[in-house]
């Protein structure tokens, strides 16, 4: 009978017919970018009015040409990664308050336009939001964060245009390496610089936390077939294997896959104490209640790239409750930023008051990058100087909510600044918050205060 | 046992992208629509579910009826609205229309929802964390279970449907021949509509399993409508039952490939879509052609 009904539908649509429009389908489904294109962006001047450059008496609206700063500001606001740049409207907000006046630069003073655009966490994008910055708006300086998928093309179109570029939120080893350079030769770059965590960091924090919980050192691991996966397969596993854990790797999963049963099925005929992983949010969950429902249960699962937000363990429900992941900032770090003045703690509660949000830890590192953008500015003692500003950049030290950033002292790329990552754990809330996170390590940076122990998953 | 395990998670898998894929073949069957923004709807399902959860704190499961009638409203409408006008221009402007319907749900959602992961898991309750345990290496999910239940009720509900009641006749009467239909005295604007309507309930159907097994943010979208359309093109066009013995396939091609090797699990789905495509003019399909 059914068979019947089949036919009824099917004989009326050849097979050809279906193909011919999936054909169109898949060739609609390959330029999303195109359409997607006509994202705009928003433009702020802000500052002071010209009246004092040069004594004379003038309106803003005449200030002569060269007055004004410009700078690029590029984050994922849509699109897979743009749970990175939901809170980069309100530090923009924070660093168009302080510039409300402008700078004094060299006896000059200057207007500070911010041009924020979304590389809707896409290379295509980012590359070209990247070119329009530097082409049509002519900006003097660019700063971008949250991962390679973003930053790695805004800085390439940067760095050949000679425009001085800051980036945030990505492995350093995939900016730097990850765009051509050698390790034993000197860097390419003039134009770019970095401030972030890189695989050492993970290892510091990871080895130095672990052993609050005894376990068998043995570690499942779910590193997916990405950049940040393969990566972390070539540079941490060794590292770990170094301190005598045990990597079980199942082997690298694509992402947006759909079960993981498999790979669940071996941690536990390897009794894997221990799990670390690098998804993408949404594969997390999907294995995470999968190993739920076949018994999958370490005593130490450590997260990374997910669970960085808090509404990523809200999503998990109970599941969520201690799972372990480091941060590069939190409101705990004791450093404040030089632009606005403004400490983490002040940070993190002014976000959460103006949005109803809790604080991620985004907030950090986005507001470090207008302190050191400004800071570079001011030392270049010309703005408009491109290679004035570079190389006020390759000697800046400037406390921002990350720390204390000082190029120039690490010996592997004159570009990068290692920032510091604190272990920590999700537990439940005891305030207005489902899930709290607590530091449990500071090995990377004994001012950043610990307020608890690791605490074992199951 | 670790192949009976992966062939009975890849069971599970496939009920899943059945439901999903049902509300496209329903559409793809009666109006030949290729629907580019199933993927999208079953989102928008899923976030009214979860704003009316969030909410009122109500089981997931309660809700669904509301939202359900909704989604069915969304469809009706987007029919009457949209579709109905795009279909007189010709095959292209349909498939344009739902492509850009997709990017503006996705981005409406972005805007409304803000891009955090929303989940329907813990809400649901012990449902999605019991499971039956047989062997060290093989336990059964109740909420695999579950989804594979309701996607064989649902695609075997709507082949009773279209088999047995007036309006379900009438779907059929008004697919095979929308002018011959009218002649009869059916109204055949109506019956798109309502047509329109079930399928993207049923694509809020799954966009709510969506968020009780995984999780959704405003772009899950267009990730999952590829399964969806794999799911459909193996089983068959237009055939319900196709639709779910398509998802099954695909479901076990993809935990058997990660039995293999974890990267193999959405390659050996592809292949095995790509598989079927390639041998299109031989067995049932050619004989189906035939026929057509």
Not at chain 1, 282 to 289: E, I, V, Y
Not at chain 1, 301 to 328: C, H, M, R, W
Request: aromatic share 8%.
């Amino acid at each position: 009978m059914a068979d019947k009904i089949d036919r009824i539908l099917a004989d009326q649509i050849s097979r050809r017919d279906l193909l011919k429009r999936a054909g169109i389908a898949g060739g609609l489904l390959a330029v999303p970018g195109v359409l997607a294109a006509c994202g705009s962006s928003t433009t702020t001047t802000t500052g002071g009015s010209a009246t004092t450059a040069g004594g004379t008496a003038t309106t803003a609206g005449s200030a002569p040409a060269g007055e004004t700063i410009k700078i690029g500001f590029v984050s994922p606001r849509t699109g897979p990664a743009s749970g990175f740049g939901e809170p980069d409207p309100y530090v923009i907000d924070l660093a168009k308050k302080a510039l409300a006046n402008g700078l004094d630069i060299g006896g000059k003073k200057y207007n500070v336009e911010i041009i924020d655009k979304d590389g809707q966490s896409n290379p295509a994008m980012g590359a070209q939001v990247a070119q329009e910055l530097i082409n049509s708006d002519k900006v003097d300086l660019i700063l971008t964060t949250s991962t390679p998928e973003t930053i790695n093309p805004v800085s390439d179109a940067a760095e050949a245009a000679g425009v001085p570029h800051i980036c945030t939120v990505c492995p350093w080893e995939a900016w730097y390496f990850g765009r051509g350079a050698k390790p034993d030769q000197p860097s390419p770059f003039k134009f770019g610089f970095i401030f972030a965590f890189g695989v050492e960091q993970f290892h510091q924090t990871y080895v130095s936390s672990w052993p609050q919980i005894p376990t068998n050192k043995k570690i499942g691991v779910m590193w997916p077939n990405d950049a940040d996966g393969n990566a972390i397969r070539a540079a941490l596993g060794p590292l770990l294997a170094k301190d005598g854990y045990t990597i079980v790797d199942p082997g690298a999963y694509e992402n947006g896959t759909n079960d993981y049963s498999a790979q669940i099925s071996k941690f536990k005929s390897e009794n894997c104490e221990m799990f670390n992983t690098f998804p993408i949010p949404p594969d997390f969950t999907t294995f995470w209640r999968q190993a739920a429902q076949q018994g999958f249960k370490p005593k130490i699962v450590q997260l990374a790239k997910t669970g960085l937000f808090p509404s990523q363990i809200e999503a998990l429900g109970d599941l969520g409750n201690n799972l372990a992941g480091a941060a590069y900032w939190a409101p705990i770090f004791p450093y404040k930023s030089t632009l606005t003045g403004v400490t983490s703690k002040e940070l993190g509660d002014g976000y959460e008051k103006a949005s109803g949000k809790q604080w991620n830890q985004q907030l950090g590192p986005s507001l470090s990058l207008f302190d050191v953008g400004i800071e570079a500015l001011k030392a270049s003692g010309n703005p408009k100087d491109k290679a004035a500003v570079a190389a006020a950049m390759a000697k800046m030290k400037v406390e921002t909510p990350l720390g204390i950033l000082e190029w120039g002292k690490f010996p592997v790329s004159p570009n990068v600044v290692p920032t510091t990552l604190v272990n920590g754990q999700w537990v439940k809330g005891t305030g207005k918050w489902p899930f709290d996170w607590v530091c449990v390590d500071n090995v990377e940076d004994p001012n950043i205060p610990t307020s608890a122990k690791l605490q074992p998953y199951a | 046992m670790t192949y009976v395990n992966a062939v009975f998670q890849g069971i599970i898998l496939g009920g899943f992208y059945a439901l999903l894929a049902c509300g496209l073949s329903l559409i793809f069957g009666v109006m030949r629509i290729i629907n580019l923004a199933h993927g999208s709807l079953a989102v928008l399902g899923a976030f009214i579910t979860w704003w009316i959860v969030d909410k009122t704190s109500l089981s997931p499961f309660l809700v669904l009826i509301p939202s359900l009638i909704v989604m069915f409203g969304v469809g009706w409408a987007l029919q009457r609205g949209l579709l109905e006008r795009s279909l007189r221009a010709g095959i292209l402007i349909p498939l344009l229309t739902t492509f850009g319907l997709a990017i503006v749900i996705d981005n409406v959602l972005l805007g409304v929802f803000s891009p955090d992961v929303r989940s329907l898991g813990g809400q649901a309750g012990a449902v999605t964390t019991t499971s039956w345990k047989v062997s060290q290496q093989f336990s059964i999910s109740a909420l695999g279970i579950l989804i594979l239940a309701v996607a064989v009720a649902v695609l075997g509900g709507l082949s009773l449907f279209l088999r047995r009641t007036t309006l379900g006749r009438a779907m059929r009467a008004t697919a095979q021949d929308s002018d011959t239909a009218e002649l009869v005295g059916i109204d055949s604007r109506g019956v798109y509509a309502r047509a329109a309507g079930i399928a993207v309930a049923t694509a809020a159907l799954a966009g709510v399993f969506l968020a009780i097994r995984a999780v959704v943010e405003p772009s899950a979208g267009p990730t999952q409508l590829i399964f969806a359309f794999e799911a459909v093109v193996i089983g068959g066009f237009g055939s319900l039952w196709g639709t779910l013995v398509g998802g099954l396939i695909l479901g076990v091609a993809q935990t058997l490939g990660a039995q293999i090797n974890p990267q193999y699990a959405n390659l050996a789905g592809h292949l095995v879509f790509l598989a079927v495509i390639a041998v299109r003019s031989g067995g049932i399909l050619a004989a189906r052609e035939g026929t057509a």
